[in-house]
Nanobody, 125 residues
């Protein structure tokens, strides 16, 4: 059974930084796509960044390009999200998600099969 466990959320000031991690277990054969999503109160869940474990290509939402970096430790099935120049509108619950790599071309939440419990990020002005 696939499990995703996030950590690293917290509270920072406007302009600050945080690093989130997601440790995956239970992956079976083949490549997996892993992504970060976020959901602010009263808003829909939105994709932030995604990649395929073991491959170099990364995709970012326009709202975080140049500020967030997604990285991986593919041998440990660990995903990171390095968040810089944080703004109050980045405040949200951040979720790690995974799906078979064959469908790693979308930020539609329903396309992702596995989800973590989330870690909260609060950016104050």
């Amino acid at each position: 059974q696939v499990q995703l466990v996030e950590s690293g959320g917290g509270s920072v000031q406007d302009g600050g930084w945080l690093r989130l991690s997601c440790r995956a277990s239970g992956f079976t054969g083949g490549r997996y796509c892993m992504a970060w999503f976020r959901q602010a109160i009263g808003k829909e869940r939105e994709g932030v960044a995604r990649l395929v474990l073991g491959l170099p290509t990364k995709t970012y939402a326009d709202s975080v390009k140049g500020r967030f970096i997604i990285t991986q430790e593919s041998d440990r099935n660990t995903l990171w999200l390095h968040m810089h120049s944080l703004r109050p509108d980045d405040s949200a619950m951040y979720y790690c998600a995974a799906v078979r790599a064959e469908v790693c071309d979308t930020f539609v939440p329903a396309a992702y099969q596995f989800w973590g419990q989330g870690t909260e990020v609060t950016v104050s002005s």
